[in-house]
């Protein structure tokens, strides 16, 4: 059974840079796409990005100038970075294996991350 | 970006009760619509895929149906563990974008 994790800091300073980390086990990294999906309390859902195991990307324009999606084969993990980060990037952060398709098959547990002083 | 509305956005509805959530894109997506069922606290769990598609592991009572911009998602013979939030998904074209979600509560 694939299981994904998101791991990283819960509290980050207004304009500097969120970092998280899914580490996915019971499966390779290696194919299918891999997509971060943010939340913020109480709302809806939004599509940050994905990256295919090959390093392609693609991101959601609102996002794309503050967004970098990598991915680490060796260690089975995929990692989201978003700059100059606002009180508006408070949200719970998804991680999700993706299939061909874009349907989010396999989602972590989520974290959530506040953007506080 | 593809707008994606759901209808209605609450629900109230009894066990046994058959509901039809509908989502509307804001143009053609053909199939390219998923659903995902939401509690609180939880991950989002994919239901159906390619509007129509059964996930597996998913009871047979979920049905999507509709191509183009109109789309259904029914339940049949409500759970008590299907109270929870269902969110609509375009796949169709990116930013693949999602409905606001509709909040199906216990009558």
């Known amino acids: 059974q694939v299981q994904l994790q998101e791991s990283g800091p819960g509290l980050v300073k207004p304009s500097e840079t969120l970092s998280l980390t899914c580490t996915v086990s019971g499966g390779s990294i290696s194919s299918y796409y891999w997509s971060w999906i943010r939340q913020p309390p109480g709302k809806g859902l939004e599509w940050i990005g994905y990256i295919y195991y090959s390093g392609i990307t693609k991101y959601n324009p609102s996002l794309k100038s503050r967004v970098t999606i990598s991915v680490d084969t060796s260690k089975n993990q995929f990692s989201l970075r978003l700059r100059s980060v606002t009180a508006a990037d408070t949200a719970v952060y998804y991680c999700?294996?993706?299939?061909?398709?874009?349907?989010?098959?396999?989602w972590g547990q989520g974290t959530l991350v506040t953007v506080s002083s | 970006d593809i707008q994606m509305t759901q209808s209605p956005s609450s629900l109230s509805a009894s066990v046994g009760d058959r509901v039809t959530i509908t989502c509307r894109a804001s143009q053609t997506i053909s199939s390219y619509l998923n659903w995902y069922q939401q509690k609180p606290g939880k991950a989002p769990k994919l239901l159906i895929y390619?509007?129509?598609s059964l996930q597996s592991g998913v009871p047979s009572r979920f049905s999507g149906s509709g191509s183009g911009t109109d789309f259904t998602l029914t339940i049949n013979s409500l759970q008590p563990e299907d109270f929870a939030t269902y969110y609509c998904?375009?796949?169709?074209?990116?930013?693949?974008?999602f409905g606001q979600g509709t909040k199906l509560e216990i009558k």
């Open positions: 390619a509007a129509s």
């Open positions: 999700a294996r993706t299939d061909a398709e874009m349907a989010m098959i396999y």
């Open positions: 998904q375009q796949s169709h074209s990116s930013p693949y974008t």
